[in-house]
């Protein structure tokens, strides 16, 4: 019996290996007989040890008056009913002819359902993202991993297999809970479509978080061992937090841009899947529908309809899995170049907006629109941040653009395309551009939602807040340019400190001072400051933050230039004296 699960298994690798060589390599290391054997065991017990558990939570031989999976009501001339208990009221324990207790099953399956889905979607997730970063890291480690960039892989094959090999235990434990999760479904009442579209949003959600973790195990950080359990945890904390606001949904939620990120966890979707069930709230007391079905997005109700939901999940999934396929596609070849071209971030940068800005209008009244729109600029500043990342580029590459355009002596309409374009060339037009892209997408909304008099206090904190963007962009563009050896750590420390001080002035003014609103546009949210903020002290603010720019700017390109020169000099010296030598 050994041998012949042991050879089944070899079969299933080669076949592997005929579709996919790196998911050959992947699976020889880690998909054998002892470890599939292991998974196993652990996979078939603890369903066992569930079911198990939720067996001897039946009131099979209780004599209570009242239980969770009892069925009935009390009698009429019952004298501790009390009508503020719905637990005791919607949950009496009727006895049948033989004096059992008449079970409500349909409840106790959704429970059990319930349960393996929240388990499988922290499992999963949680562990696969860590297998990822930890084989990403061990392969810089043993220096492998430029080997397989030197081979005649293409990315997406040599990332397929790195998804689908590297987690595969993981993928065969899910694999063995799949009968009891779908059993437990079906006997819930819940539509087969519906189970079949959850099944499609947890895919989606782990293609999403798995390519994020080869992403960052792709960063040339010698701490990258360290991100494996960093990420993991953070990831661990997301998932609870939503797994709370998920299953207790009823009990309150934000109904702003920050539901947004609410969406990327896959178990928001059992909330329609529980309601499929038709067992009122009351019953099951879990994943409320006040939370979601009552989000708007442009003023539309597309979370009351389950399909409408999914889908939008699954194209939220989509086209965030896709920006960052082409960072990984970008970096793996070429390690040391920027992470997104300047096209790809416009594209991105509209497709956040778009997506963000309509979950803004979910009220009517002019103080919850404006609230909004300040955890919005929050939201922008935080996507800018990744952008400036991602679009800056190194000492060295600034360094080759700078002598390569001084040797064309290229003339202003090829630089300005060059800057909006390039690769090489520096991020700060990039960055304006995709601020522009921000400013004149919102500033129609800002227009037609009803804000009454916090309109014109929103377009100056947007425009204020895209302004010092585009400032910290610059310095940390700036701070690239430095020949420490330690150049990106710092320009992280000095963007840090320069978004943190000026949110600790604020603390301390507003320990002496009880309106600290007028200074509020001095911070990445100046948005915060209300309608104070529109006023000559913005508009002094604005133009200091325009000469800020314009300042360093121009000193960034007398730096270019002097690179550039010198560089070239340099060369031109190295070249001459190659000549004479021969």
């Known amino acids: ?225 360290f991100h494996s359990f960093a990420v993991s945890g953070g990831l661990l904390f997301y998932l609870m937090i939503m797994m709370g606001t998920t299953l207790w949904g009823d009990r309150g939620g934000s109904h702003s841009p920050l539901d947004w990120a609410g969406l990327f966890y896959p178990g928001k979707a059992l909330v329609y899947l529980a309601q499929s069930t038709f067992l009122p709230f009351k019953t099951v007391t879990y994943l409320g529908d006040a939370n979601l079905n009552q989000l708007l997005w442009y003023g539309q109700p597309i979370f009351n309809y389950a399909w409408s939901a999914i889908a939008f999940m699954l194209i939220n999934y989509g086209i965030w899995t896709y920006g960052i396929t082409q960072a990984i596609n970008r970096r793996f070849r070429r390690p040391h170049s920027v992470w997104l071209s300047k096209k790809q971030s416009y594209g991105l940068t509209l497709s956040f907006i778009v997506i963000t800005l309509g979950f803004v209008p979910q009220s009517t009244s002019s103080t919850p629109l404006y609230y909004n729109f300040v955890i919005l600029q929050f939201l922008i500043f935080a996507c800018f941040m990744v952008l400036t990342g991602a679009l800056s580029p190194q000492r060295q590459t600034l360094q080759d653009w700078a002598r390569h355009r001084h040797q064309l002596n290229q003339t202003p309409r090829s630089l300005i395309k060059d800057l909006i374009w390039g690769e090489q060339s520096p991020s700060s037009v990039a960055i304006a551009v995709n601020g522009g892209i921000v400013f004149l997408y919102t500033l129609p909304a800002t227009l037609i939602f009803p804000l009454d008099n916090y309109r014109l206090a929103v377009m100056m904190g947007l425009l204020l807040g895209l302004s010092i963007n585009l400032f910290y962009a610059l310095v940390f563009q700036r701070l690239l340019l430095l020949k420490t050896s330690n150049r990106l750590i710092g320009a992280v420390s000095v963007l840090a400190m320069l978004t943190i001080f000026p949110l600790i002035a604020v603390v301390i003014v507003g320990a002496r001072f009880t309106s600290i609103s007028s200074i509020w546009f001095l911070t990445f949210m100046p948005m915060v400051g209300g309608q104070l903020i529109f006023g000559i002290g913005s508009v002094m603010a604005l133009l200091g933050q325009w000469t800020l720019i314009v300042l360093i700017s121009g000193e960034m390109t007398q730096k270019l230039k002097s690179i550039s020169s010198s560089e070239s000099k340099r060369l031109t010296e190295n070249s001459a004296q190659f000549s004479l030598s021969k």
């Open 1 to 225: 019996m050994v041998s012949i699960l042991n050879k089944f298994i070899n079969q299933f690798i080669e076949r592997a290996g005929d579709f996919n060589p790196q998911l050959f390599r992947e699976l020889k290391s880690r998909f054998n007989f002892r470890n599939v054997l292991l998974v196993s065991a652990i996979g078939i017990l603890g369903q066992i040890a569930l079911c198990f558990l939720f067996v001897s939570s039946l009131p099979l031989h209780s004599r209570r008056s009242y239980d969770r999976y009892c069925l009935g009501s009390p009698p009429p001339d019952w004298n501790n009913y009390d009508p503020s208990n719905n637990y005791i009221t919607e949950h009496f324990c009727t006895k049948d002819l033989l004096g059992q207790a008449v079970i409500n099953w349909q409840l106790w399956w959704l429970d059990l359902f319930t349960t393996v889905s929240v388990i499988g979607i922290t499992i999963l997730l949680v562990v696969g993202t860590y297998l990822l970063i930890a084989d990403l890291a061990k392969e810089q480690r043993r220096g492998t991993l430029n080997f397989i960039r030197l081979s005649p892989q293409s990315v997406k094959t040599i990332f397929l297999g790195k998804l689908l090999g590297v987690p595969a235990l993981l993928y065969w434990l899910t694999f063995l809970t799949i009968p009891l999760h779908f059993v437990a479904g079906i006997l819930a009442n819940i539509p087969v479509l519906l189970i079949l579209a959850f099944y499609g949003v947890l895919i989606a959600s782990c293609a999403f978080f798995f390519h994020l973790a080869l992403l960052i195990g792709l960063t040339n950080s010698k701490s990258v061992s």
